[in-house]
């Protein structure tokens, strides 16, 4: 079986995988590769203001494939007006080292690509992380060219609409492996697993335009 590459982990001993990781903790290991960014969660703490040097520092490194995770989270971390501010610079950021972002968005789906519109920043690759939201919100996340990264919990009707060349498996801080994920995954969309993992990996390298 082909190894099946986990597009969002917070475990530093992954391996085929992107680990993220926030700029303080960003200390990289060779063959491994990185998202760096503030967490939602993270912006409670001093003012949720990034070390902007650190950051830029971080986002250049050549083992950094994307920025984040970053994004917005209506039911945790520092209020929605922090969490913008914070979420637009990581945009920003990702516009000028021309990388991805890895997107964390609890009930934000629409304010995300709002606030990317507002910054005219569409160009911008955006994978909505740990997607849990229905179909509805699939579409909309679909319609504005984002990916979709599933883990161990989703919604199978969203999976479901979701095109396989948009689709990537990850684990988060789940204790299921990517295996695991990727038959639940498979087994969702009726496919063979090692189908599922081909897929996601190439889905993976594109969007993170990996070398
Ligand atoms: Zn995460």
């Known amino acids: ?4 590459f986990d597009f969002h982990t917070h475990r530093l001993d992954a391996e ?12 990289p290991e060779s063959g491994k590769w990185y998202s760096v960014g503030i967490h939602p969660w993270d912006t409670a703490q001093a003012m949720g203001v990034p070390d ?4 830029r520092r971080c986002a250049a490194h050549p083992q950094v494939l994307a920025i984040g995770e970053t994004g917005l989270d209506s039911l945790r971390g520092a209020e929605l007006s922090v969490q913008r501010e914070v979420f637009a610079r990581h945009l920003s950021l990702a516009a000028s080292v021309g990388k991805s972002v890895v997107v964390h968005s609890v009930r934000t789906a629409q304010e ?3 606030q990317r519109r507002g910054m005219r920043l569409t160009a911008v690759p955006l994978a909505i992380h740990g997607m849990r939201a229905n ?12 990916y979709l990264s599933y883990g161990i919990r989703f919604n199978p009707a969203a999976l479901l609409a979701t095109p396989l060349d948009r689709l990537l498996i990850e684990t988060d801080d789940a204790p299921s492996t990517i295996y695991e994920v990727a038959h639940l ?9 090692d189908e599922l993992i081909g897929l996601t990996n190439l889905n993976a390298r594109r969007f993170l335009q990996m070398p």
């Open 1 to 4: 079986m082909t190894t099946p």
């Open 16 to 27: 085929d995988a992107v680990i993220s990781v926030s700029p303080d903790r960003f200390s």
């Open 52 to 55: 902007e040097e650190l950051l």
């Open 112 to 114: 995300i690509l709002a």
């Open 135 to 146: 179909e509805r919100v699939a579409r909309l996340l679909l319609d504005a060219g984002c």
């Open 185 to 193: 995954v498979a087994g969702t969309l009726s496919l063979d697993v």
